[in-house]
């Protein structure tokens, strides 16, 4: 089973706009990672948060933690048509040694 | 540095049938896990490998099985194909310790 969810399933936005998705998992964590994949394609890494941290950036990518409520965000400013992807988030369960993703955002960002 | 390599990229089996996949790890990376991903689905941790030997496994039956070589690279097999194992296979290569890993482009298993 999925340890994470991510909403909206899909997003669509005008280039330039700002997209943001969300994931909720359900066990406590180490760390929480956000992946891209462009379409049947392998997943890229984006950028990882730790259990202990509330908010990181890297470029235009900016994600919060909320362990209390078992949420993160990301949050993608200025978006670019090549920004279009799904976008996943993982988790580790507390130690283990495998990632737990999401069922995906697929982002569509209109030239 | 060389990235993550997977082969084949695509291929059809039938039903009953034994496929095998390989993965070349990253340069510099010792652990390997392999992750099957449906279609429209997040990817499902299979198992991973780690100096050798399996250093963890979800939620597959023992059909699936795999081999990490010396080289760290590494193989996954599928006994007995059912039409679900239809999805598409990535591998990932990470150092021990880290997290963060890095995948392949997949091998997209088609079973008929």
């Known amino acids: 089973s999925q340890q994470g969810e991510e909403d909206p399933q899909a997003l669509s936005i005008q280039e330039g706009e700002n997209a943001t998705m969300n994931c909720s998992y359900k066990?406590?964590?180490?760390?929480l990672q956000w992946y891209r994949q462009n379409s049947g394609r392998g997943l890229v890494h984006l950028i990882l948060?730790?259990?202990?941290?509330r908010e990181k950036h890297s470029g235009r990518l900016r994600v919060t933690l909320d362990t209390s409520k078992k949420s993160s965000s990301l949050l993608i400013t200025a978006s670019r048509a090549a920004d279009t992807a799904s976008y996943f988030c993982?988790?580790?369960?507390?130690?283990?040694?495998?990632?737990?993703f999401g069922t995906g955002t697929r982002l569509t960002v209109i030239p | 540095e060389t990235g993550v390599t997977q082969s084949p990229t695509h291929l059809i089996k039938t039903r009953g049938q034994q496929v095998t996949l390989r993965c070349s790890s990253q340069?510099?990376?010792?652990?390997v896990s392999w992750y099957q991903q449906a279609l429209g689905q997040g990817p499902q941790f299979i198992f991973q490998?780690?100096?050798?030997?399996?250093?963890g496994r979800g939620n597959f039956p023992p059909r699936f099985s795999g081999l990490q070589f010396p080289n760290y690279s590494s193989e996954l097999n599928v006994n007995a194909l059912e039409l679900d194992d239809s999805a598409l296979y990535l591998c990932?290569?990470?150092?021990?310790?880290?997290?963060?890993?890095?995948f392949g482009e997949g091998s997209r298993l088609t079973v008929l």
């Open positions: 990932a290569s990470s150092l021990a310790q880290r997290v963060e890993l890095f």
């Open positions: 066990t406590s964590i180490n760390n």
């Open positions: 948060i730790r259990s202990n941290e």
């Open positions: 993982a988790t580790d369960k507390g130690g283990a040694n495998n990632l737990f």
């Open positions: 340069s510099g990376h010792n652990t």
């Open positions: 490998y780690y100096r050798e030997e399996e250093n």
